[in-house]
């Protein structure tokens, strides 16, 4: 049994290191899977062809149209110049005394109205660089603020997020994005409070060391961008908020997209025993199509010139970002069906006596070795995830809950130094992981650690 688990540790391993190096996931996912395979001295090519590649077939069915829809949807806001404006009127509003929460509050509101990660860096950067200049706060203290108005309680704790780390989880649990508000709001309260504090105090001691903006940095945005004329922010905003309106109305009202099918021939002519696996993708479709054909509407005449070659970079990077992900998946469906893995999870469902703590100690542990929030979340939840909820139906446990603590363990270890948000954030902004990653590793320390709170508190008193 040794070798048997061996075998997935160091398959494990071997996928972190290479994702570290820049290798592409893609195609080492199914070579480390079927190392793994061999070492356990199961079938090679059924495993592969039966295992992994269904699994990763039916991770691009069910979350391919988010993929490509979050993509698009964030490179029309970002030809159409509305993440610019957005970006700039809460850093003008703010001024310069107030620099740090000026950039958090940018890209917090640009990812909860569902931008995708990578364009709100790209987006908020340029202002943000202007007013830290002008703050006279160091340039390091960027990616870290950046990360944490991006990368954390806008992307998986506040209710109705549209990023996919929220929306994973309704395949398993039945839930809708807008699972477990109170908890939600609480634990995304509680990272801003606390990332804040940290980049506040680093400000504090860099001031007091005497320490500026500093000079010779690399990828300086250029001062004359700032300038530009962007549109109306109130029409910057319009499409961001009719994503979440629209996302809360199909999924929670009278007009859910749940009761436009009669449920027979749901499961007659599609096979859909349950609509409500399926119902809270089909809203997050329908709200980020609106958002799409609106932001299109509110600078048609900048977005027309360049719309196909922004098309194409925004399924491109769509594609390659779920097929990554779908490696990942294909790879955990494999590894639980090796006989090591009884072991493993035995170790993890029983490193807690309550599921939610069990299943925050699994998707960090797995988010933080495949580099991944959302990989790592699809792994854990696809091997685990039925557990977790018979489990929760046995002592009268909600789903949702399940459904927000996964959500935001997943937004935890997986910011370590091999992820791919983090390498393109710091390349973006021009700066290495020796100068900037400190930062990125406190809000990563701080989400954990509220992901916890929240669990072992819910395990103590619901």
């Given amino acids: 049994m040794f070798i048997e688990v061996l075998a997935i540790f160091l398959s494990l391993g071997l996928l972190m ?56 949807f964030g490179k029309v806001m970002e030809m159409s110049g509305a993440a610019a404006s957005i970006a700039q009127a809460i850093v003008r ?62 992307m998986d704790a506040l209710p109705g997020t549209p990023q996919i780390q929220n929306i994973i989880p309704t395949t398993y649990f039945s839930t809708d994005a807008f699972a477990a508000p109170v908890v ?130 925004a399924a491109a990077g769509a594609l390659l970002a779920i097929f990554n992900t779908a490696s990942e998946v294909g790879f955990g469906n494999v590894v639980k069906t090796l006989p090591g893995f009884k072991v493993v999870q035995e170790w993890i469902l029983n490193s807690s006596s309550h599921p ?4 925050a100690v699994a998707v960090n542990v797995l988010a933080g070795i495949t580099g991944s929030a959302s990989g790592g979340l699809s792994i854990a939840l696809e091997v685990m995830g039925k557990q977790y909820l018979e489990i929760a139906n046995t002592i009268g446990l909600s789903p949702e809950l399940l459904h927000r603590i996964a959500s935001m363990a997943s937004g935890g270890m997986d910011t370590l130094p091999h992820n791919g948000a983090v390498i393109t954030l710091l390349a973006i902004t021009g700066l290495t992981h020796r100068q900037s990653y400190k930062d990125i590793f406190a809000i990563t320390v701080i989400k954990t650690l509220t992901v916890f709170i929240l669990a072992f508190a819910a395990s103590i008193f619901i």
């Avoid at 709100?120 to 108005?149: D, Q």
């Avoid at 000079?215 to 945005?221: D, L, R, V």
């Avoid at 939610?356 to 299943?359: A, F, G, K, Q, R």
């Fill in 93 to 154: 509003a703010l001024g310069s005394k107030r620099a740090i929460l000026a950039v958090v509050l940018s890209g917090a509101v640009l990812t909860y109205g569902g931008v995708s990660l990578f364009v709100v860096a790209f987006a908020v950067y340029p202002f943000a660089a202007a007013i830290f200049r002008e703050a006279n706060i160091p340039k390091r203290l960027i990616p870290g603020t950046i990360a944490l108005g991006a990368f954390t309680f806008t």
């Fill in 356 to 359: 939610l703590v069990s299943e």
């Fill in 184 to 313: 939600g709001t609480i634990g995304g309260l509680m990272v801003f409070l606390g990332g804040m504090y940290w980049l506040e105090r680093r400000r504090k001691q860099a001031e007091a060391a005497g320490e500026g903006y500093g000079e010779g940095h690399t990828n300086e945005p250029e001062l004359a961008n700032q300038e530009e004329r962007y549109p109306n922010i109130w029409l910057s905003v319009l499409p961001l908020v009719l994503v979440l309106v629209c996302n809360y109305v199909f999924s929670r009202t009278g007009l859910t997209v749940a009761s436009w099918y009669d449920p027979q021939m749901l499961e007659s002519t599609f096979a859909i025993k349950n609509v409500k696996t399926v119902t809270s993708s089909w809203a997050l479709i329908l709200a980020l199509t609106v958002g799409v054909i609106t932001a299109l509407l509110i600078n048609m005449p900048r977005v027309k010139t360049k719309l196909a070659t922004g098309l194409t970079t």
């Fill in 17 to 72: 290191f290479f994702a570290y190096r820049g290798f592409p996931v893609i195609v080492f996912a199914p070579i480390f899977t079927l190392l793994a395979v061999i070492l356990s001295g199961l079938a090679l090519l059924p495993s592969y062809t039966e295992t992994f590649m269904v699994n990763a077939a039916n991770y691009v069915k069910n979350f391919f149209p988010i993929f490509l829809l979050g993509a698009v």
